[in-house]
Each structure stands twice: as structure tokens, then as C-alpha cells.
């Protein structure tokens, strides 16, 4: 009960410091005025003023919404790896602790934007909105750019990155210390759980990217 509890207050501050991080992101990099900017091409300045006026009507949604979105997220992870778990059938596993440790996993996603508010900060200070959109930090797709790319590659070149690869490593340990083996056993099941169903959603936003793009 008490881990429960725990993993709720987890998905609290797992949301509410990556509300704040993306807000703070959205300000310092004036991320308002690049909309505005791009809006300009197809729209009229009455039409750009009333979507926004919207937005900012609706805009306790999202704070609503970052929760139930990381909630659901991690919950499916964990039951994918719990269901790892149980396949190599190493013990009684408490659902919870497994959950626990997807949550702990999540804040290496934070950092992506922290690296993102940075890089274009101090680093790339003149940017478009195609830059912020497309720019992920230490990923193949940094290194190869996206532009004169076909749009349904740029994910899955966004998704090969560090920050992912120190998830499934991190997980892997957690995962082994768990079930009381060791990190080769955790990476195993983590291989065979976690990253086939990441390459299933990879491959699922491809195909819809090719067919609506």
C-alpha cells in the first residue's frame, strides 16, 4: 500500500516538474511568438488572435492531461515488463515495484528538455519552429538533420538516442536488482519486453505518418 501511495505522488512530481520544465522552455524560447511567426502564412492576424484566445481558455487542460498521459504511459510499460517478468518466471513480482521503478525511470525523459532549453539558449540561438519541433538532443537525428528528410523517418531517428538507451540500461538494472539476478538478466527481459513493443509504436507512428502526411 505504502508503494502505491508512493507511485502516486511519483506521477505527481514526475508531472508537475514536466509542466514546469515546458513551461519555463516555452517562455525562454519564445515558442509563442514562433507559432504566431508561422501562422502568418496561411492566416489572418484576426484568425491567429482568436486561436489563441482559445487556447488560453483551454489551457487548464493540459494540466490535466500531462498527468493521466504520464499515468497511462507508465502503467502500460510496467504491465509489459511485469508480463516479461512473469514469462522468465522469476518469482512473485509485486506490480507495484515494477511501476515504481518505470516511474523513477521517467525523469530521464525531463532532461531532454532541460537539454533542449540549453542547446538553443546558449548554443543554436537562431531557430524556427521546424527546429524546436524536430530537434532532439543526442539522437541519430541531430546527426543527420531533417531537413530533405521523408517526414515518417524523422521519429524513429528521434527515438535512437542516448536518453533511450540510458532508460533501457537503467531499467535493466532496476529490473535485475528486482528479481534478484543481476543487470544481464535485467537487460534480457527488458530486451524482450520493453523493446519490442517500443518498435511496435515506432512502427505504428510510421505507417500513420506516411498515410496522413
Known sequence: M?????NYLLVLLLSSVSIIVSKT??????VEELYYQSLTVNLTTQQIERIFEVQKKIEWLY???????????????????YIGIMLF????????????NILKAEFIFVLVSIFKIAWFSFFQTNYNLQDLQ???????????????LETWFIYPFQVLNLFELSYVI???????????????YGLKIVGLSYVPSLLLWVTTVMFFTLNYS
Not at 63 to 81: A, E, G, Q
Open 89 to 100: 518466471n522469476y518469482g512473485k513480482i509485486r506490480f507495484n515495484l515494477v511501476w515504481n
Open 134 to 148: 524536430y530537434f532532439y538532443p543526442l539522437s541519430v537525428l541531430n546527426i543527420i538533420g531533417y531537413k530533405g
Open 170 to 184: 537503467y531499467l535493466g538494472f532496476q529490473i535485475g536488482k528486482l528479481t534478484n539476478t543481476n543487470t544481464d
Open 2 to 6: 505504502k508503494v502505491k501511495k508512493a
Open 25 to 30: 522552455g516555452n517562455i525562454l524560447l519564445n
Open 63 to 81: 494540466y490535466i492531461i500531462v498527468p493521466i498521459v504520464i499515468l497511462i504511459r507508465t502503467m502500460i510499460i510496467s504491465s509489459i515488463i
